[in-house]
């Protein structure tokens, strides 16, 4: 295609905000995978109930969509928020109405032809999508002053969306989550594709709880964890990572379509008891294909002997997998058996500290909620001052903190201790690839050291080849860095590890837009979304895409929904100057400097930057460099700062960063 189709086509792509009741969701996600398949942007959302700051963004995605599709039903028809944004569509002349379950509309509506989608959702209509999708042209084509269809034809619509086809899309353990992993396995995202289940491939799913106490699901979990990453340093074994393993979590599904979804070749299940001082572990194998049992023991031990059950099973599974191996060199791999469990202590009480601060961690909740779980890995060092896996876990529990809630005045001390924690794991444990890349981020982000963070970054890839989140760290950095070469293999192996995690989707997009493969970059984006609606920076991300791209309109509508206000108020700033809205963006860029101030001296220098303002953006990125704002590490590759690349200046900052 030629650059002038390809432009016609972005620009002939209807947008259209999808309203529905917030009980329908499974059916309304249904329908916007359809659409989007059928070439239809669909702006919608699950933060319905957010308050007077999303009230805006809706009303900002309203008036700026092609049209407004409103799915009634017998829930939606009682929905205050369904009929404000139904009449808003009427009000705009702009509203293609749909029926999930046969409901007439309300009075008011009912002289608008609406599409039953009763039949399509039980799969016996297939040209249901393609009616809603022609009722959407025709209104963008009359809100364009065009009188003929002549215009849908400068882009070609993607084939009419099957039932069958938006089955496969949601198909899983959770519809959000599942919505992307069927884009990756079927190779849609650009450059990614999910590769055939090996017989060395093993997902542990969560262990559960037998205990009667739910206070003890996070030694359940743990201990399954702790199995999982014993397995995961045998080099000959491909290990499922935690994130994507735990949407299966007391699934009912057979064992065979939950190994088809992971694409492993095996199943790894258990179940832990834990009574005063004894530990009753069971362990299955299940084989994917067949779904019978290939192996099973059960463990009844001391507290004390946690360590020798986790690493007896991981050591058997990994007996069990490695002989099936066909073409990999037996010495290859590391022997999983060796000394102490992964976790680096034989400590009861450390390993349960240990194990708490984790299940803190994860939850990500608020400042306590960090601060509690930096408190339990303290409380694991104190237990064992050598135990390299919690100093890994402290640092970066400190970075967080730093990141997140730190001010100007301890965000340095709070690094400093954190690149203390990770130097000291690395230390302990020269062969623990989560030590080098808690140090290779701590150096990085915290140090603003790219320099300096680059050896450990690689020494973590070296070791850490069966850990998604390892390797989806270095990829980052590398992109970053501007390391191309390096980022795309390295994120390729972490979403073969971890394909469910939005988190490491959300890296996958990243790397795209880093190495300004701006069209790339948003479909691992998306995806991000499918699986996690509330995840933070992701639709500014696509919003920076579609800036870059020219599509303003659509990115425009992609930073007024992002939850996160540095990066909603810098974009709709920029936006808004783009698209001749002064005042709109005046007030963006005010609301950023009056709510962030030095805490988003970077996107302030990003602003001015695409305003014009070059001496204002390097004054800010100074500063930023000053008080150790971590938004430097995106300076290299950001094209928001592009304007500034030939000053003196900025090249200079570079270098203080360690990008030369």
């Known amino acids: 295609m030629s650059d002038t189709r390809e432009s016609q086509a972005t620009k002939a792509r209807p947008t259209v905000f999808l309203s529905y009741a917030r009980v329908d969701r499974p059916l309304a996600e249904q329908l916007v995978v359809a659409l989007e398949q059928a070439g239809v942007t669909v702006w919608w959302d699950t933060l319905i109930e957010g308050g007077a700051e999303f009230a805006k963004s809706i009303e900002a995605a309203l008036a700026r969509s092609d049209a407004v599709v409103v799915a009634w039903s017998a829930l939606s028809v009682g929905s205050d928020w369904v009929l404000d944004e139904a009449s808003r569509g009427r009000e705009m002349h702009k509203l293609v109405p749909v029926s999930l379950d046969g409901t007439e509309p309300p009075m008011g509506f009912r002289r608008y032809q609406s599409v039953d989608l009763r039949a399509w959702l039980a799969g016996d209509d297939d040209r249901a999508i393609d009616r809603i999708v022609r009722g959407i042209e025709a209104i963008a084509r009359r809100q364009t002053g065009e009188t003929s269809p002549a215009a849908a034809s400068a882009r070609t619509r993607p084939p009419n969306p099957s039932r069958r086809g938006v089955l496969l899309a949601l198909g899983g353990t959770a519809a959000a989550a599942a919505t992307g992993w069927a884009l990756w396995r079927s190779g849609a995202l650009p450059g990614f594709r999910m590769t055939r289940s090996r017989g060395n491939s093993v997902a542990v799913l969560p262990f559960e709880n037998l205990s009667g106490d739910e206070g003890q699901d996070y030694f359940a979990d743990g201990l399954a964890e702790e199995v999982r990453a014993t397995l995961a340093r045998d080099l000959r074994l491909l290990v499922m990572a935690q994130a994507s393993a735990t949407q299966f979590r007391k699934s009912d599904r057979p064992a ?3 190994a088809e979804q992971l694409g492993v070749a095996y199943l790894l299940s258990g179940s832990v008891r834990k009574s005063g001082d004894v530990v009753r572990v069971a362990a299955d194998l299940v084989d994917g294909t067949t779904g019978f049992s290939r192996w099973s023991q059960t463990f009844e031990r001391r507290i004390d002997d946690i360590f020798a059950v986790q690493t007896e099973i991981a050591k058997t599974v990994a007996d069990a997998l490695v002989a099936r191996v066909e073409a990999d060199d037996p010495a290859a791999g590391t022997n999983p058996g060796d000394g102490a469990a992964t976790c680096g202590t034989t400590d009861v009480a450390a390993y349960d500290a240990y194990l708490r601060g984790r299940a803190l961690y994860d939850l990500s909740v608020d400042e306590a909620t960090e601060r509690a779980a930096l408190a339990q890995f303290d409380a694991a060092i104190a237990a064992d001052p050598r135990y390299a896996a919690a100093h890994a876990a402290r640092a970066r529990s400190l970075t967080t903190i730093a990141n997140q809630y730190g001010d100007v005045g301890s965000r340095a001390r709070l690094y400093d201790e954190a690149v203390v924690a990770a130097r000291r794991a690395v230390e302990l444990a020269p062969t623990l690839a989560d030590g080098y890349s808690a140090l290779g981020a701590t150096l990085f982000q915290g140090r603003l050291d790219a320099r300096g963070a680059r050896e450990p970054f690689e020494r973590s890839a070296e070791l850490g080849a069966g850990e998604a989140t390892v390797m989806a760290r270095y990829a980052l950095y590398s992109a970053r860095a501007g390391n191309d070469s390096a980022a795309v293999p390295a994120i390729k192996r972490a979403l073969v590890l971890d394909p469910l995690n939005p988190l490491i989707q959300r890296a996958a997009g990243s790397i795209e837009y880093a190495a300004r493969r701006y069209e790339a970059s948003i479909a691992p984006l998306r995806q991000a979304l499918a699986m996690n609606p509330k995840m933070s920076r992701t639709h500014a991300a696509i919003g920076d895409a579609l800036l870059m791209l020219g599509r303003l309109e659509e990115a425009r509508i992609e930073y007024a929904a992002e939850p996160q206000a540095d990066f909603r108020l810098a974009g709709l700033a920029i936006a808004e100057r783009r698209l001749g809205n002064e005042a ?50 995106y300076a290299r590759n950001d094209p928001l700062l592009d304007p500034l690349r030939d000053d003196p200046r900025f090249v200079a900052l570079l270098e203080s960063l360690g990008f030369a």
């Open 256 to 258: 065979t379509e939950i």
């Open 584 to 633: 709109a963006a005046a007030a963006a860029h005010e609301q950023l400097l009056v709510e962030r101030g030095d805490k988003a001296l970077y996107q302030q220098a990003q602003v001015y930057a695409q305003w014009g303002e070059r001496d204002r953006a390097l004054e800010r990125l100074e500063e930023a460099r000053r008080i150790g704002d971590s938004g430097l590490i």
